[in-house]
């Protein structure tokens, strides 16, 4: 059973930093393109960023240039580095894997950790 737990969220004021991290397990990193999603309070969820299979990235234009994804297949654990944070960051921050070996592969989300910026 493939399982996804998201950690390092937490209180930080604004200009400051995080690191967050999603370990995935029962399956292979290798398989999936992987992704960073959060969801403020009232709003739909948003796209943060993306890492592929391949290493390529995408980001969500409110965050590029401050966050950076990353992703060790060793470890089987993808990173999300929040620089500069400002109150508009706020939200739950949920890591996605998405299967892309196989048509139409599965897409697996983790619980989410709170991300909250505030003097």
């Known amino acids: 059973q493939v399982r996804l737990v998201e950690s390092g969220g937490g209180l930080v004021q604004p200009g400051g930093s995080l690191k967050l991290s999603c370990v995935v397990s029962?399956?292979?990193?290798?398989?999936?393109?992987m992704g960073w999603y959060r969801q403020a309070p009232g709003k739909q969820r948003e796209l943060v960023a993306t890492?592929?299979?391949?290493?390529?990235?995408n980001y969500g234009d409110s965050v590029k240039g401050r966050f950076t994804i990353s992703r060790d297949n060793a470890e089987n654990t993808v990173y999300l580095q929040l620089n500069s944070l400002n109150p508009e960051d706020t939200a739950v921050y949920y890591c996605?894997?998405?299967?892309?070996?196989?048509?139409?592969?599965?897409?697996?989300w983790g619980p989410g950790t709170q991300v909250t910026v505030s003097p």
């Open positions: 029962g399956s292979n990193l290798r398989i999936y393109d």
């Open positions: 890492v592929t299979r391949s290493g390529s990235t």
């Open positions: 996605n894997a998405k299967n892309v070996v196989v048509i139409e592969g599965r897409s697996y």
